[in-house]
Structures are given as structure tokens and as C-alpha cells.
């Protein structure tokens, strides 16, 4: 009987939904999809928490399990429990439960976002208008919590970034601009359109338009499902407003848009079409909001009180309340009951449920016409990420001259310090002294500063390529390409001053020499602090962890530790250390057959090359040896830090059991009714 009379309500609401909705829709879709989504069932009957007859995407998912397998302790924790549900075009469907639901989890699993992380393992079946095994990225767009935006840039500088990569290549960019002015219009950004995004330092836009703009980064190709995780999380109620109004217009144009929320006010809540509430990664209910929500809750003993929202007084029941004892194990009684009355409900409605996979015809465009296909070609990608990088840099005003005072400053102690060494025996240790400096100096100077730079753009370049937009060699080049006219030409110039202030060995084979031991060590350190800068996670590990690993190759440069001095299980430290062979190839040219005077009042005499042998036991050294293996290190760097960023690139896990074409036609009718290895799992959370 109650559960007769929900199906009325929602098959009323649905009907209701549908008459409202479809003439806004014909004229102004954003959908690309093709797809026609019938109004009834092969019976006639109507489908259950449909939106809309017409063009876009239809999601269905059943018997969803995630978990996280630990073989040490044999047992399995169930971050989804059997999850099952659907959504269809012009719908708003959020994903609601207290924190650590799952709400996320569910989220990605659709969205097919789920980490790859050791011993997970997702089951289920996930149906794109009745197709398994489709590439979400490719049909949807996903729109992470934290806005992973440059805040040097402009909101239009943003987009238009985003719509060169995502647009199709043969579009002109004049088409490319009018899709960015576009999507600024459906935003309402307009009057943000040339404000930077901002930061904690640069005052940019406000938080809700900034969270507008990461929408519109991923609605340029015109994707017709939209997720969207916590859209709402860290802004003001009118914010959170705006943003959710900005979801619900585009559900009404046509898309299917689903969101996972943790406690809108009750005028988002009732922008909702459908929510479905999780609790300890299971279900306690899946249909439609609003009213139909009420009277399920009513139903089972959980009226909503007068004058309370809705979304609150749900929230509050399906809650574990672990303040005491007592009050944990009742909330955690009255769950589980939720959890199974909605189970049992599920199993119930199974049989009417869910699109038969002969009506939805899947037309194949809608692989290409909705993809943000990415970019195959290197030279584009390239280019603007060049663009950006020089465009972010060039406007961190501060930063930028911060860098090139340190330089100045540098260069004119070092070059007041050791003003025009005369070639005397007093000058052997000094001139040493400098070029210990000078290749020291180097290697701080490229490895420590360039070690952020990708931590630094680590989110943004992650949402990137998980959306397709470039791959990582036309990223790794444009970042090393940028850093020649900020960290490598600063750093010659520097080097040149140096030269001539301090007087260092005449002739102009000695100092192209010099030049290209520097160049070489330059581009060296570049290539350490990129590969740390690839591997480190954070920002803030860099500052601490680049210093140390210069600091580790300064110890093993010859110059504080004499060779045979090394410890044996260290000494193979030398063989990388490039400020090893930098200092040794400069020594060499410095002193090799140079003559230096020598007085009555000094002690001991040395020529050049005795000062190599007996001083600095750097007699055996060949320059072009120390040239190629920095060479060799320069390439071997860069193909490891290529290797990390490659390997660290967003991966997700696939549906284990996601392959409905081997479905039997029962299976397919009713998803609901597949098997997963989710019978066999403990529930431990
Ligand atoms: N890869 C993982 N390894 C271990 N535990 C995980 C993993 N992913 C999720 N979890 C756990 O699963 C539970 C659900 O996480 P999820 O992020 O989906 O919750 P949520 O409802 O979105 O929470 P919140 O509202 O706080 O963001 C949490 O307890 C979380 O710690």
C-alpha cells in the first residue's frame, strides 16, 4: 500500500516535471547526444523518477561495491554497499548522507573517477543509456570540489585555455572565443569576464563566481552529464545559491546533472529533482526529493517537523550520533533498520525498474560529439601551455623581481669579494674558492627554485589530463622551456659578470669553456629539480627536500671531502654528483698548464697543474669526459622525471564486472538483479 501510494506521487511529480519541462528544452539543449530516451516502458507503463522524454544522457547503476581489501588482516572494508539507482536527462540528482557516507565514492563511481589505489576493488553495473563499459571522460564532465584554477589568470584567459585544448582542433578561435563568451553569459560572469581568479595574495574573484568559472571549464564541449562534487563546500549561502540555481538551469536545458552535497538549505533543497541518501556507504533512500522524500520518511516514522528543512531532518536521522554510548548504539540501530526498510523497498520496485537496454539507441556520435577529445598533436598543447606558464609568471610581479634581485645581489659580493685575482700564488686558493662557489651557486640556484614549480600546478594539471587535454610530454617540455628565460639565462648572465669581475683565466677558449660547463651544470640542476619537482606531492616538502639533496651532491662536489676520505657505502654518491664534475671541469680549466707567480715570502710554489695534481687530486680529469657524463645526466634526469610524471598520472579503477554484454536479456531488463561479489564482503566501518 505505502509503497503503491509513492509510486503514484512520483509517477505524478514526474508526469508534472515533464510538461514544464519539455518545450523550454527543444530550443536551447546544450545536449550533443543523440539519444532518445523513451517516455514509457515496453508495457507502456511509466518510467520511475523519469525527467523528461528527449535528447541526453540516461545513467543507471546497480549493485554498486566498492571496497578497500586488506589481505593482511583479511577483511575488506565496504565503502559502497550494493548501490543501485538511475537519473535521467533534466534531472538534478544529489548525492546526500552525513560525512564519510560515501558520497564521494558514489560520485566517482559514476563519474568513472575512483582512484587506483592498492587492494580496491569496484563491482557493479554502470549503464550509459544502456551501454556498459563506456569512457566517462568522454561523455561527461566532472567538476572537482576544490578549484583547481591559475590566479594569475582571468576568468576569460581560463576558459579560453580550457576551449583550445577540449574544442575541436578545426574550430576557428574567433568560434572558440564565441563558446567561451557563451558559457561566460549561461554562468552569469559576465561582469568577471577580465578579473583574475585570485588567491590568498591577488584579490580575484568572488568564491562562488570562482567555483562558476571551474564549471565552465568543464562545459565548454558541452558535455550532456555533469558531476559535480560538493559544489556548495567552503561558500556563503548565497554563493552556494547561485551556484546550485547555475546546476538547476543547466538540468533544465537538457542535462543530466548529478552532485553530491552535504547539507543544502531548503532552498536548494528544493531545487532537487532526485537525492539519494546514503549512510555507511549503503542506501537508506533513492527517488525523488521534495515531497515524495517526506512522505517515504513519514511513513516509516520520521515525519518532518513544521517549519524544518527537509534536507536537515534527514540528515539528522540517517546520522551516527557517537556522543555516548547509548545514544551510538540507537543511531546505529536506526540505520541499519533504514538501511535494510530501504534494501527490502529496493528489491521490491526491481522488477518494474530501469530502461530495457533495446529501447535506448545509442547513437555512436555520441562518443566524439560530447568528448573533450584532447589533444594528440605535441606543438598545440605546447604552446599554450607555454603561454600560460610565461603569463602567470610574468604577473607575479613580486616573485619575478624578488628572483633577479637575488642575482644582483650574489653577483656583486662575489664580485667585490674576489675583485681581479692577479695570477699569484694567493689567488690559487681563492680562484678555487670561486669556482667552488660558482658551481655551488648553480646547482642551488636551478635545482632548489624549479623543484616547486609542479607541485605548484599539481591539482590543475591533474584535473587536465584527466580530462584529456594533453598528455604529459608537451606539459614537461613547456615547463622546462619556461624556465630557460627565468631560472637558466638570470643565472649566465649572473655567471658572466662574474667572470670578468673576478678576473678568471684569460683567453676566450678558457671562458667559452667555463660558459659551457655552466651551461651544461645549469641545464643539469634544471633536470634534478624537475624530477624532484615531478615526484615530490606537495609544495611544501620542496623547500625542505631540494635543499637536502643539493646539499648531499655539495658533500660528494671534492671540494670538502677528499676521495679517499669517502665512506665506501656513500661513495658511490660522487658518481652523481653533477656539482662534482661541474667543480672538476672547471678546475681544469682554470688551472691546467697555467702558470702563476711565485715570491720569496711564499712557502710553497705551484704551477697550475701541480695544483691539480697534488692539491686537488684532480690531475686525471678530462673536461669533455665531465661534459658528457653531464650530458648523459641531463638526459637521464629528464627521462626519469618524464617516467614519474607519467607514471603519476590520474588512473581509475574499472567496473570488474561492468560488462553487460554478457549479460543474459533478464539481467539486462533488470540490472538490479546481478550478482556481485558484494554478497561475500564484511561491512567493517
Ligand atoms: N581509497 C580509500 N582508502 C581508504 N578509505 C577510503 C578510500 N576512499 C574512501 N575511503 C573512506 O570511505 C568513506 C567514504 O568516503 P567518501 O569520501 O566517499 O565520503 P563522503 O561522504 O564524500 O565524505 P565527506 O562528506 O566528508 O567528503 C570514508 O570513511 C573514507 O575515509
Same mark, same amino acid.
Given at each position: 500500500m505505502e509503497s503503491e501510494n509513492s509510486s503514484e506521487a512520483q509517477v505524478s511529480l514526474a508526469l508534472q516535471a515533464n510538461a514544464e519541462d519539455t518545450t523550454a528544452s527543444?530550443? *536551447?539543449?546544450?545536449?550533443l547526444v543523440a539519444v532518445e530516451i523513451p517516455?514509457?516502458?515496453?508495457?507502456g507503463d511509466t518510467l520511475p523518477?523519469?525527467?523528461?522524454?528527449?535528447?541526453g544522457i540516461n545513467l543507471q547503476w546497480s549493485n554498486l561495491v566498492y571496497t578497500i581489501e586488506d589481505p593482511q588482516k583479511k577483511t575488506s572494508r565496504c565503502i559502497l554497499d550494493n548501490v543501485s539507482g538511475e537519473v535521467y536527462p533534466k534531472q538534478l540528482l544529489a548525492l546526500m548522507?552525513?560525512?564519510?557516507?560515501?558520497k564521494t565514492s558514489l560520485l566517482n563511481s559514476l563519474a568513472g573517477r575512483v582512484p587506483q589505489t592498492k587492494n580496491a576493488v569496484l563491482t557493479g553495473t554502470h549503464l550509459v543509456n544502456g551501454n556498459s563499459g563506456v569512457n566517462m571522460s568522454k561523455v561527461s564532465a566532472y567538476v572537482l570540489?576544490?578549484?583547481?584554477? $591559475?590566479?594569475?589568470?582571468t576568468v576569460f584567459e581560463t576558459l579560453m585555455f580550457t576551449a583550445q585544448l577540449r574544442?575541436?582542433?578545426?574550430?576557428s578561435v574567433k568560434a572558440k572565443e564565441e563558446r567561451v563568451m557563451e558559457v561566460i553569459t549561461e554562468l552569469n560572469l559576465i561582469e568577471a569576464t577580465h578579473t583574475s581568479i585570485g588567491n590568498d595574495r591577488v584579490r580575484g574573484v568572488s568564491g562562488g563566481e570562482r567555483k562558476r568559472v571551474s564549471i565552465g571549464t568543464e562545459l565548454l564541449h558541452k558535455p550532456s552529464l555533469i558531476f559535480c562534487d560538493e559544489?556548495?563546500?567552503?561558500?556563503?549561502s548565497f554563493q552556494a545559491q547561485n551556484v546550485m540555481g547555475t546546476l538547476k538551469e543547466l538540468a533544465s536545458r537538457g542535462n543530466t546533472v548529478v552532485c553530491s552535497i552535504h547539507q543544502p538549505r531548503s532552498s536548494i533543497y528544493n531545487m532537487l529533482d532526485l537525492i539519494v541518501l546514503l549512510a555507511q556507504g549503503g542506501v537508506v533512500y533513492n527517488g525523488l526529493a521534495g515531497e515524495e522524500c517526506e512522505v517515504y520518511f513519514a511513513a516509516i516514522g520520521y515525519p518532518v517537523p513544521k517549519g524544518f528543512n527537509p534536507a536537515d531532518h534527514f540528515l539528522d536521522v540517517i546520522c551516527v550520533d557517537h556522543r555516548t554510548e547509548e545514544s551510538s548504539s540507537q543511531s546505529k540501530a536506526r540505520v541499519e533498520t533504514l538501511l535494510t526498510r530501504h534494501a527490502q523497498s529496493a528489491d521490491d520496485s526491481a522488477s518494474k525498474s530501469l530502461i530495457p537496454?533495446?529501447?535506448?539507441?545509442?547513437?555512436?556520435?555520441m562518443l566524439t560529439s560530447t568528448?573533450?577529445?584532447?589533444?594528440?598533436? $605535441?606543438l598545440i598543447p605546447f604552446m599554450l601551455l607555454v603561454r600560460r606558464s610565461w603569463r602567470e609568471q610574468m604577473r607575479d610581479f613580486v616573485a619575478l623581481c624578488m628572483k633577479y634581485l637575488m642575482n644582483v645581489f650574489f653577483t656583486a659580493v662575489f664580485g667585490i669579494v674576489y675583485?681581479?685575482?692577479?695570477?699569484d700564488q694567493v689567488s690559487l686558493q681563492n680562484r678555487t674558492g670561486i669556482l667552488f662557489f660558482q658551481a655551488m651557486n648553480q646547482a642551488f640556484g636551478s635545482t632548489i627554485g624549479i623543484s616547486q614549480v609542479i607541485p605548484r600546478q599539481l591539482q590543475i594539471v591533474w584535473r587536465e589530463r584527466a580530462s584529456n587535454m594533453y598528455n604529459v610530454l608537451p606539459y614537461y617540455c613547456a615547463t622546462m622551456f619556461i624556465?630557460?628565460?627565468?631560472? $637558466?639565462l638570470p643565472q649566465i648572465v649572473y655567471t658572466l659578470v662574474i667572470y670578468f669581475m673576478t678576473n678568471l683565466r684569460n683567453g676566450w677558449d678558457h671562458f667559452f669553456i667555463y660558459l659551457g660547463v655552466m651551461v651544461l651544470e645549469n641545464f643539469v640542476g634544471i633536470s634534478v629539480g624537475l624530477l624532484l619537482s615531478a615526484s615530490l606531492?606537495?609544495?611544501?616538502m620542496a623547500p625542505n627536500i631540494a635543499p637536502a639533496i643539493v646539499i648531499l651532491f655539495l658533500m660528494f662536489s671534492g671540494y670538502f671531502l677528499n676521495e679517499e676520505s669517502l665512506p665506501d657505502v656513500l661513495g658511490w654518491l660522487k658518481y652523481i654528483s653533477f656539482i662534482l664534475y661541474s667543480f672538476q671541469a672547471l678546475c681544469v680549466n682554470e688551472f691546467k698548464d697555467a702558470k702563476f707567480s711565485c715570491s720569496s715570502e711564499d712557502q710553497v710554489c705551484y704551477d697550475g697543474n701541480t695544483w691539480l695534481e697534488s692539491?686537488?687530486?684532480?690531475?686525471?680529469?678530462?673536461i669533455y669526459e665531465n661534459c658528457i657524463i653531464l650530458a648523459g645526466m641531463m638526459v637521464g634526469w629528464n627521462i626519469l622525471a618524464v617516467s614519474v610524471l607519467q607514471f603519476n598520472r590520474p588512473r581509475f579503477l574499472n567496473f570488474?564486472?561492468?560488462?553487460?554484454? *554478457?549479460?543474459?536479456p533478464t539481467e539486462l531488463k533488470n540490472p538490479v538483479a546481478v550478482k556481485t561479489s558484494g554478497d561475500i564482503l564484511n561491512f567493517v566501518n
Open positions: 527543444e530550443d *536551447k539543449a546544450l545536449s517516455e514509457t516502458g515496453p508495457e523518477h523519469q525527467g523528461a522524454p528527449g535528447k548522507g552525513p560525512s564519510g557516507s560515501g570540489q576544490d578549484d583547481a584554477l $591559475f590566479a594569475l589568470s574544442l575541436p582542433g578545426d574550430l559544489p556548495t563546500s567552503g561558500l556563503d537496454q533495446s529501447s535506448c539507441k545509442l547513437v555512436n556520435a568528448a573533450g577529445a584532447g589533444h594528440s598533436s $605535441f675583485w681581479r685575482m692577479a695570477f624556465t630557460i628565460p627565468l631560472e $637558466f606531492p606537495s609544495v611544501e692539491y686537488l687530486k684532480f690531475g686525471e680529469v678530462k570488474q564486472n561492468a560488462d553487460s554484454s *554478457k549479460l543474459s
